[in-house]
């Protein structure tokens, strides 16, 4: 189905890992510590972003003086500690196993790099992709279209021949960014 593209580029979390309720959970724990809750949909409409990025919508909403660094390390800290034993591969797996050695293959995420290595190395998947790109990786981070420019140069591909999928709509703006189809896992 995928054949006509040269490349092929995935978002992690929500896309081929199931890793958004341990996200959640994680910032209701972190914040809880604080008297903070989060309005969840508001939180979904940055997925794709960096943790800092949504520590800062958050600590607006709450008109909290917190340094959004140091809460998203605390909840990067908190998801590390319940990710490994909570994360399951999503059904956009077998894409993945499918063109494993008959296409490049990058991951493009808003997680940290370290944590997408992780990750992938604990469910067997990281031999599949060429490159991972993570958002230490990049200074412009989604909507723009930065990290999936850099997949398409790590994996050799023109960015106007790869395919990205995509389970949020930052994500999927990226990707038109960079002139890349893009395939919107929601509507899978």
């Given amino acids: 189905m995928y054949d006509r593209y040269q490349g092929l580029i995935f978002d992690m979390?929500?896309?081929?890992?199931d890793t958004e309720p341990t996200h959640r959970q994680a910032w209701r724990d972190v914040l809880g510590r604080y008297g903070m809750a989060f309005d969840e949909s508001a939180v979904v409409a940055l997925n794709g972003s960096p943790s800092w990025r949504i520590a800062e919508a958050?600590?607006?909403?709450?008109?909290a003086d917190l340094d959004p660094y140091q809460l998203a390390a605390e909840k990067t800290r908190a998801v590390e500690a319940m990710l490994l034993d909570s994360v399951r591969?999503?059904?956009l797996v077998e894409v993945v196993k499918s063109y494993h050695g008959r296409r490049p293959m990058a991951v493009?995420?808003?997680s940290e790099h370290?944590?997408?290595e992780r990750l992938l190395r604990h469910l067997g998947l990281y031999q599949c992709?060429?490159?991972i790109v993570g958002a230490d990786d990049v200074q412009r981070h989604k909507p723009e279209?930065?990290?999936f420019l850099r997949c398409a140069e790590l994996i050799g591909v023109a960015p106007e021949q790869c395919v990205v999928f995509e389970d949020a709509d930052f994500g999927i703006q990226a990707a038109r960014s960079a002139n890349m189809a893009v395939v919107d896992v929601?509507?899978?």
């Fill in 129 to 131: 992709f060429d490159a």
């Fill in 114 to 116: 370290r944590m997408a």
């Fill in 89 to 91: 591969p999503l059904p």
């Fill in 58 to 63: 958050i600590l607006a909403a709450q008109q």
């Fill in 13 to 17: 979390d929500g896309t081929i890992l």
């Fill in 186 to 188: 929601r509507t899978l």
């Fill in 108 to 110: 493009g995420t808003g």
């Fill in 145 to 147: 279209p930065d990290t």
